[in-house]
């Protein structure tokens, strides 16, 4: 029997299949993962470590790997989805029966649509902060169909997740916690160890370890090298880690306002380490194990020289993976010949037999570093920052995509999502033909349904020519992603074209939920109220933002309206006096004081205002000309003579 072994470090969970060390004949592997340092979400403080730890005692006397080889260690920004599942396909693809593999996860887990995406998600490296279905996260779906497609070769299969770690809220937040471990929680058929249970969180203590560990790592680690042991066999059984987490991780909790409690779960009998008494011994006198990561590369799963046998594919290979490194991927001018980059070699290999051994491995390290650019410039987007419009870039980045669709078929496990991208950064051309973009998108839709970016691309399609398809395309985006800030943007800027003034208020408050203190928001909220001749909710709104940021013109401007409109023209002068002061040539501000004093009567000082406002832009004398506040001087001859 096959024995293979998934230890992921997210809420926690541990999964095994059958008895772990029944058997002497098996070669063991291990993917081991942990991210600390995030690129676009909440940092942790010692998952990385937690990962190291792992990896140590894998190699200890007490664990049960000797060759480093036989692992792949992912370390904060080489911990990426497509670096994890490259590695995960290379054992579907080369582990033989009675193997054992470890998968090991320390790092964030969420779910970001309860209903929709119950799996939820592994939180990788450059995960965006929300939107996890545009990439750079592992579906948990995966994982699962991972771990079922390895029972049915009847291998044994352990998942140890932590990542639900406390006070780190991502896109689902606590409830996005809970449901991620609930969801683990119902996988049938697979053993797990879960370093804690719905509604709980995974507490990390500077005191433990060296400088600072989480708690369910530390204690697991404890436990297999010996001090789950309870008795004295010199084997440890599920039964016996169970009872050494809850005991070790309930004491050391207990003081927090929720406790930890880990879940263990399916056939307690099952013995998942050996003791080695040297290894006990050193952990009983209090000797702690230092963590380094200097001593650590990112290498693992690399070929045997005398299994390929020809010494000039192993040369090709090593030039390969320096392209790789140094990010030299294509011939990037198509006008002139290059042999210098990771391409060249990997066609120039794929002719070769004795490349056959590793020809997989190179493709998947390529499509990973083939996809880097075009899923940072996604991040960047759904970040809502500023991106220039690199013409040179894009154009690198449909490159690097068109070149992954040329070395993968639809057999190959990311086909959908990279054939989407490209086909997205393809129809994103501003050339694009119009006439043609909507079926590209509906393609990309049939491609990944539940991706909420092309739902969001349809309605932008749709938003000069049908609001109602607008507004029902940002309703399926945002039942992927309910947070995700741009489609709540643009859904409240819909309902506000259609007047939909209550709802539209309803979803900026939903991003006020998510950033309580942007004055922007509360400008929007206010501007709502002020065209639904609410005036005095305007000014309460526009006043909170106020209070963030006292001088922000926007705010100062609709609420110096919102007085007009309440006819508080004193008020209304003071707010529009207070913009100029900040930026005097600030031509609404103008306007606007050229309406408040002509609802005033104040005819002279009417006459400057609009003088000022047309000196700094003329196309507000056709404003002027069709403007309510001027009725009364429509008929005098030097407002007519003014406007002229």
Partial sequence: ??????????????????????????????????????????SLLHADKDAI???????????????SNDIKLFINENATSYNIISAMEYLMMNSRESDRIFFYFAGHGDVENKTAMKMGYLICYSSPK??????????MNYIQNFARTLNDKKDTVVIILDACRAGKLLSGGEEGKTAFSIAVNEWKGITKILSSQPGESSYEKEELGDGGAGVFTHYLVRGLKGLADYNHDNVITLKEIRRFLEDSIENETKNEIKSQNPLVCCDLNNIIANVDTLVLEDLKIGKHEKISYSSLTNKGFEPVPEDIGAEEVLIDYDKFNTFIQQKKLINYDSSSFSDSNALFIYNQLKKTKQANLIINSMRNNFISALMFNAQKSMNNWLNNANISDDSLQT???????????????????????????????????????????EKKIRECIELEPNNPIFYFDLALYYDKKNLD????????ALNFSPKWLGAIFNKAIVLRKLKFWDQSNTMFKRWLEIKPNDPY???????????????EKAIEYLDKGLDFKPYYLLSLNYKGLAFLKCNKNVEALDCFDKVLEIEPKNVNAHYNKACTFSKMREKGKMIEALHQAFNLNIKFKE??????????????????????
């Fill in 395 to 437: 154009i690198k980045i449909l490159k690097e995509l068109s070149t992954a669709m040329n070395i993968i078929d639809s057999t190959y496990y990311a086909y959908h999502h990279i054939k989407a991208t490209y086909l997205m950064w393809t129809y994103d051309l501003p050339n694009f033909p119009e006439d043609k973009k």
């Fill in 469 to 476: 398809s607008t507004l029902k395309f940002y309703n399926i």
């Fill in 53 to 67: 730890s792992f990896y140590n005692y894998l190699l200890s006397p007490a664990g049960p790997i000797r060759d």
């Fill in 521 to 535: 928001l509360f400008y929007q909220i206010g501007y709502n109220f002020l065209m639904a001749d609410s005036c």
């Fill in 130 to 139: 929300t939107c996890y279905p545009a990439g750079g996260c592992i579906d």
């Fill in 623 to 644: 404003l002027a000309r069709k403007d309510e506040d001027f009725k009364f001087y429509w008929e005098d001859s030097d407002f007519k003579t003014l406007i002229k």
């Fill in 1 to 42: 029997m096959k024995k293979i072994f998934f230890i992921l470090v997210l809420p926690t969970f541990f999964l095994f299949q059958h008895n772990v060390l029944s058997q002497t004949k098996h070669r063991t592997f291990a993917i081991v993962v942990g991210i600390s340092k995030y690129q676009n979400v909440p």
